[in-house]
């Protein structure tokens, strides 16, 4: 659907641009907006290289295992499916940090490997558990303590206070992670019940 989408929006806006004059305005805006996406990037770069390594230094050492035991209470009454399962609890535990701390490109990579691990137990290949539905849902609306990719965007389009969205940002993730796990909860609970 987004393949058609998008090049309408693309011939519409060349169009609109044609029809009203304001062509040199676009070729502008759109050499503008490439340079100002370049310079964001490169500003990105070094945060998510920070985090990305401390993330890396944390699977190689004994805390990995620590934080999966102070989160194992949590982990175990979201995902009651993979009881016993360390090693999908520990890549699970990742992804939550790596969310927690705001680090949405690092916790990708480890919510793919918490995905597969959990895919390799899946009976049926071809649908989700409810443990993959219940973290996918996690994942996306993951609670975050720290919103470093945020800050670091505000920072490098120079906001005065990069940081002030921190407040905020708890309130919007706690309220999406409550409304996303309860209906999880609610949609697995009537599919057992044939309900659904």
Same mark, same amino acid.
């Given at each position: ?35 100002? $996406?370049? !310079?964001?990037?490169? *500003?990105? +770069? &070094? ?10 230094? =944390?699977? %190689? ?31 699970? $535990?990742? !992804?939550?940090?790596? *969310?927690? +701390? &705001? ?10 490997? =918490?995905? %597969? ?39 490098? +389009? &120079? ?38």
């Amino acid at each position: 659907m987004l393949n058609i989408i998008w090049p309408v929006f693309i011939i519409l806006s060349f169009s609109y641009a044609i029809f009203s004059g304001n062509l040199e305005k676009l070729n502008n805006s759109i050499f503008e907006s490439t340079a100002d $996406a370049v !310079n964001l990037c490169i *500003n990105l +770069l &070094g945060t998510i290289c920070l985090w990305n390594g401390i993330m890396q230094i =944390a699977s %190689k050492t004994t805390i990995l295992q620590k934080l999966t035991r102070f989160l194992k209470p949590v982990i175990r009454f979201l995902f009651p499916e993979i009881e016993g399962n360390s090693i999908v609890y520990q890549e699970i $535990a990742m !992804n939550m940090v790596a *969310n927690i +701390l &705001g680090l949405g490109n690092a916790a990708t990579p480890l919510g793919l490997k =918490a995905m %597969k691990s959990m895919q390799k137990e899946n009976p049926q290949k071809d649908t989700l558990t409810n443990s993959m539905a219940t973290f996918i849902i996690l994942n996306t609306a993951s609670i975050q303590i720290i919103p470093t990719t945020v800050i670091a965007i505000r920072s490098s +389009l &120079g906001s005065g206070n990069p940081t002030s969205i921190v407040f905020p940002v708890w309130i919007a993730t706690v309220c999406a992670a409550i409304a996303g796990m309860t209906a999880t909860k609610l949609f697995i609970k009537f599919s057992k019940k044939g309900k659904l």
